[in-house]
């Protein structure tokens, strides 16, 4: 992982230099086997983690090199995307990228079903869900392209506050 000293205070403007240095304590600590990056199961050992459906997308999204690890670098940013000094389009932003699932910046119909998937497991059948994600693609699908644009989902995820909710304190 490297001394957190070499990683400069403007790695994420959202955390001071203090605030880096107790996030490198943490990440040590998730590192179990110091191999300087965080695999699936080190991320499991979050509290909170453990149950969330998520989890596999959320560490997909701090991959940014998607080579199944997130290192120190990719933890700081990621975790600033939570940070109470983060700001509200960042927080939209990375709650759209849990679903965009390709990266191509749209949500498809495929995409939020899979996603959707995850997250009720087997409580609805595939035929309900199909019809769920038929429908919010209709009724998100402003410009009628059959896929959801960052600007069309957070039109609506903004007034909900979600961003309010992706806080935590480091």
């Known amino acids: 992982m490297g001394n957190e ?4 205070a ?6 001071d230099r203090d605030e880096i240095k107790r996030l490198a304590k ?9 191999s300087g ?3 699936v199961d080190e991320f499991l050992s979050l509290p909170g983690l453990q149950h969330n459906p998520l989890v596999q997308r959320v560490i997909q999204v701090f991959d940014r090199d998607g080579n199944g690890e997130v290192d120190f ?15 509200q389009e960042q927080k939209l932003r990375f ?7 390709d990266k191509d910046g749209y949500i498809s ?3 939020l079903f899979q996603v959707l998937k ?16 038929d429908k919010t693609i209709i009724i998100l699908d402003t410009d009628g392209d059959g896929r959801i644009s960052f600007e069309e989902f957070s039109a609506v995820v903004r007034d909900l506050e979600v961003h309010k909710k992706l806080v935590v304190v480091v």
């Open 5 to 8: 000293a070499s990683y400069p």
């Open 10 to 15: 403007e790695m994420c403007s959202h955390f």
């Open 26 to 34: 943490r990440f040590k600590k998730l590192d179990l086997d110091s």
């Open 37 to 39: 990056a965080l695999s």
């Open 73 to 87: 670098e990719e933890f700081v940013l990621g975790t600033s995307q939570f940070s109470v000094k983060g700001d």
């Open 95 to 101: 709650a759209f990228n849990i679903y965009d699932m």
């Open 109 to 111: 119909n495929g995409e």
């Open 118 to 133: 995850m997250m009720v497991e087997d409580n609805l059948s595939d035929w309900q869900l199909q019809q769920l994600v």
